[in-house]
């Protein structure tokens, strides 16, 4: 199928993506140099993606051992064993990483972007940071352009990319995708440097988001700080860049997930199942970077609120929370893991029986191939999200599970304007999340059937091959100012 699309028939054509997180890290274990991929949409994505197409993906190296295994040119093939396609290291320096990365993306700009009422913490040090981390990107990018490239920026860590970029090289063609919310203009306007952010956004010439509202909030931002024309979805800058805005949202490798999970993990599957079964039990699966974003202790308190009100599920259900720790470094990061920590052990405390206990919370990475096992074997998948730009953990357990289990979805994901007929729940109301949990596991099984059928329908439409050719035929539709 990837063979038809577009990237495929563009002679030549030369994906160079960006992103701060890398999809593969090398690491010291026992003396030892080893490799995982790494947990996150854009990670779980792109590598999908550049697997098929080959390309090369310039990413911030941050594991112990990745200066270890690069070239005199900082690149490794990868996956290790396969070498697909060739990732590039940029390194920071420890102020860089601490101050740009840590502090102005993910104190400020993230909670900026997700209206959870954490409040962003502003610092004019950690903006110089973050556009030092910006211009290094572009650097180690422009290093890399030819005439047939395309490049790809992604996310909110490298909002200022394409203007650095664009300094050394002019004539370059960017795309950028922003994968998380935009927030409406009461959220947005406290932004300090807000003017600055969208006018270097602009100087890419195509710029996409995963729903129509995020779409509508950045063009209002725009006209009402920038000193440019809007028809429609373009927008023509005072300098004349042309920059089209589009409605995009992400998909997954739908058919390689389903495939791998009726194969490879049949056997995986058959042992999870049985083990519930034979004790009558259900199982919830969940499984989120542990980020306070994705409302992870409102799951495991509405667990708790859930056995208190209907004591008829106690020894019935187990909640299976995965959770890859992430931005371990951050104090509010620290804090959420301890919340959940906290809610485990006072659930656990109050219900467990015997050897059963009602959460098993593992904070981990954990493999690809497990998780689709687990989808597969789950009754529920519980999707809490305070708020999400997409959430693709929905569509990855769409894919794996045969159509007895049920998701459980947070109004507040992006993903919940596609997957509708899923049980919608309020993440911000325990109790809502509890009736969703209880709505999904009494569910008749034919309506879960048809549900399920109906949102794998929809799923399997659109895959990640699909949409990075739309938006890469969008991109190369596109004139260059200038050029
Ligand atoms: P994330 O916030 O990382 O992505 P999500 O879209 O759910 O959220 O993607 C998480 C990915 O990481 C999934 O592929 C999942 O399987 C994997 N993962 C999660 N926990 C894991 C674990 N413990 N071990 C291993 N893998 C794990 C950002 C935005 C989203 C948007 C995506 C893509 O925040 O809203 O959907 O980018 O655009």
Request: charged letters at 25%; aromatic letters at 10%.
């Given at each position: 199928?990837?063979g ?29 140099v ?7 949409g ?18 911030l ?43 102005a ?5 993230w ?19 973050y ?39 002019p ?12 927030p409406?203009?009461e ?25 129509d ?12 700080l ?7 979805r ?82 019935k ?25 906290t ?104 309506e ?36």
């Amino acid at each position: 199928m990837a063979g038809e699309t577009v990237i495929a028939k563009t002679p030549g054509s030369n994906i160079l993506l960006a992103s701060t997180s890398e999809p593969y890290l090398h690491y010291y274990h026992g003396g030892e140099v080893h490799c995982r991929g790494t947990a996150g949409g854009v990670s779980t994505a792109f590598d999908s993606l550049l697997k098929q197409y080959g390309g090369t993906w310039v990413a911030l190296g941050l594991g112990s051992a990745d200066r270890e295994v690069v070239d005199s040119k900082n690149k490794v093939n990868v996956p290790p064993g396969e070498g697909k396609y060739c990732l590039k290291r940029v390194w920071l320096s420890k102020k860089e990483e601490e101050s740009g990365l840590a502090l102005a993306s993910n104190s400020m700009l993230w909670p900026l972007s997700h209206v959870v009422h954490v409040r962003p913490q502003f610092q004019e040090d950690a903006w110089e940071q973050y556009n030092i981390l910006n211009q290094k990107m572009a650097d180690s990018l422009a290093k890399e352009i030819t005439d047939d490239t395309v490049v790809w920026i992604n996310d909110y860590q490298l909002a200022l990319c394409a203007a650095y970029l664009k300094k050394l090289k002019p004539g370059a063609k960017t795309g950028f995708f922003w994968h998380i919310p935009w927030p409406g203009f009461e959220a947005f306007k406290i932004f300090p440097w807000k003017k600055e952010l969208l006018e270097s956004l602009l100087q890419n010439n195509l710029i996409g988001f995963h729903t129509d509202e995020y779409t509508k909030n950045f063009l209002y931002a725009v006209q009402k700080l920038v000193d440019c024309k809007v028809n429609e979805r373009e927008v023509t800058t005072a300098e004349g860049n042309k920059c089209l805005v589009k409605t995009l949202p992400i998909e997954i490798d739908y058919a390689g997930i389903s495939q791998q999970a009726q194969n490879t993990t049949r056997g995986d599957v058959e042992k999870i199942r049985k083990h519930y079964q034979a004790l009558n039990r259900k199982l919830i699966v969940a499984v989120d970077r542990m980020d306070y974003t994705k409302g992870i202790s409102e799951k495991i308190k509405a667990l708790d609120y859930l056995f208190t009100s209907k004591p008829e599920y106690v020894n019935k259900i187990t909640l299976l929370q995965i959770a890859a720790p992430t931005r371990t470094n951050l104090a509010e990061y620290k804090k959420t893991l301890e919340d959940a920590l906290t809610a485990t052990d006072a659930v656990n405390w109050k219900y467990a029986i015997g050897d059963w206990k009602p959460v098993i919370f593992v904070n981990d990475f954990v493999p690809l191939k497990e998780i689709i096992a687990l989808y597969r074997a789950a009754d529920v998948c519980l999707v809490t999200s305070l708020h999400d730009g997409m959430n693709l953990v929905s569509k990855e357990f769409i894919a794996s599970n045969p159509g007895n289990g049920m998701l459980v979805l947070s109004q507040f994901a992006g993903a919940s304007e596609e997957l509708k007929e899923a049980v919608p729940v309020n993440p911000f109301l325990i109790e809502s999340i509890a009736k969703g949990i209880e709505q999904a596991l009494e569910m008749p099984e034919v309506e879960k059937k048809t549900r399920m059928d109906e949102m794998k329908k929809t799923v399997s439409q659109n895959t990640i091959f699909n949409w990075a050719d739309s938006f890469i035929k969008i991109l190369a539709m596109q004139q260059v100012n200038g050029v």
